[in-house]
């Protein structure tokens, strides 16, 4: 049984969302925004969301349910961000806490002058972006970032949030502070009824990365026996070459992968609903929505323990794999020769974890307490 959210936790307060792209291309980092944005609403508070400006920005804005988007204009290398204006736009706003989903850009500079401006609470969900996977690559970017402007907006930070323990310790071992909270990304709200059938299809959908580890998972898949209706449907977007690769991958196999492109919405949710397996074979990750919104669907995972949810192994809600193509086979045959009945148990315990621990309920009135609490810490200047 799921705790009640007491509505008027953040009556009076307004919150700042702050995260590089409020569209679609922000991957998980934008569906865990909306998340947070509509646990906001739900406790009362007021949301305003501020981000960098992009193609998809204006169309994806209803996403957020009448949550006002603030989107501020790029000068130079997108992957830097500088958009001058958006420190006047987060002024503007009169917000009682900025939340930075994100790190590695200009947002993060923007948000440590508006901390000192205002003196008001301020939190950074790094999103995964400490991990050492992360850290490793782009190595002199990230240094000239840790002193140009991440120290700073770090040491302004009244708390930083963790999705998962491991995530705490990345974030104490770059950053030094070790008070870091953990709370998870909240999931989609769970199907009502259990699954009634096992889909043939072994789907992943998400971005196309080198840390998701794709080519190892086809590699994989041509290895493995499995049962002559079985398909890997592999949905996502991602950089032109990497695309390129990933599809002559696929052509040198036997016909049973589909690279199907980026599916969102209703088209994303029938995608899981149908599926008898998601697949996650990632070298890193913060706390991955796709799972979380497979395990709402009642979908079981396969998936590397750098995905960070052992709940779901220790729930029977997923399979462990490793990295290498014939790590990955052997869950995937593991996967294959399943009987209904044990899939069909897996597919429970994947829905009651997404109905209990990462229900959008509890997760909510973790969040509340927590913005209340940094709230009255942190009182803002009078503007």
């Given at each position: 049984m ?23 291309l922000?991957g998980g980092?934008f ?9 906001i ?31 501020a204009r ?14 006047g ?6 917000l ?14 923007a ?8 003196a008001?609470?301020?939190l950074?969900?790094p999103?995964g ?17 840790r ?15 963790a999705l ?22 909240p999931?989609?709200a ?18 196309i ?11 994989a898949w ?9 398909r ?10 990497l ?31 149908s ?16 799972i ?6 009642g ?10 949810l052992p ?23 593991r ?9 069909a ?11 209990t621990?990462f ?19 942190n ?5």
């Amino acid at each position: 049984m799921t705790a009640a959210i007491d509505r008027n936790m953040l009556a009076g307060k307004k919150i700042g969302l702050l995260t590089a792209s409020a569209s679609r291309l922000g991957g998980g980092v934008f569906e865990a925004t909306i998340l947070q944005a509509r646990l906001i609403r739900a406790l009362g508070g007021t949301v305003e969301v501020f981000a960098l400006d992009d193609a998809f920005g204006p169309e994806d804005a209803p996403r957020f349910e009448g949550a006002r988007v603030h989107h501020a204009r790029v000068i130079g290398p997108r992957q830097i961000g500088l958009a001058p204006g958006l420190v006047g736009q987060l002024l503007a706003a009169d917000l009682d806490c900025l939340h930075l989903h994100g790190i590695w850009m200009y947002p993060s500079l923007a948000a440590a002058i508006w901390a000192r401006a205002s003196a008001g609470a301020y939190l950074i969900s790094p999103h995964g972006m400490l991990d050492p996977w992360i850290t490793a690559r782009g190595r002199l970017k990230k240094q000239l970032a840790r002193w140009g402007y991440e120290r700073r907006s770090w040491k302004r930070a009244s708390r930083f949030h963790a999705l998962t323990g491991r995530e705490a310790l990345d974030i104490e071992r770059e950053t030094g502070r070790t008070n870091a909270l953990v709370i998870p990304n909240p999931g989609p709200a769970a199907e009502a009824r259990p699954r009634s059938s096992r889909g043939s299809a072994f789907v992943y959908i998400g971005r196309i990365h080198r840390k998701k580890n794709l080519m190892a998972l086809v590699h994989a898949w041509n290895l493995a026996s499995r049962p002559e209706e079985a398909r890997l449907v592999i949905a996502g977007w991602g950089e032109d070459d990497l695309i390129a690769d990933l599809r002559r991958e696929i052509a040198a196999g036997d016909g049973t992968v589909h690279y199907v492109g980026p599916v969102y919405g209703t088209e994303k949710q029938a995608l899981l609903e149908s599926a008898g397996w998601t697949i996650l074979p990632s070298f890193s990750e913060g706390l991955p929505m796709a799972i979380l919104e497979s395990w709402a669907a009642g979908t079981p995972t396969i998936m590397t323990d750098q995905c960070n949810l052992p709940e779901g192994l220790a729930a029977g809600a997923a399979l462990q794999c490793g990295y290498d193509a014939p790590a990955i086979e052997t869950a995937l045959a593991r996967a294959c020769v399943m009987t209904d009945g044990e899939w069909a148990a897996m597919s429970a315990a994947a829905s009651a974890l997404a109905a209990t621990t990462f229900s959008f309920e509890m997760v909510a009135q973790r969040w509340g307490e927590t913005y209340a609490g940094v709230i009255a810490n942190n009182p803002r200047r009078p503007s």
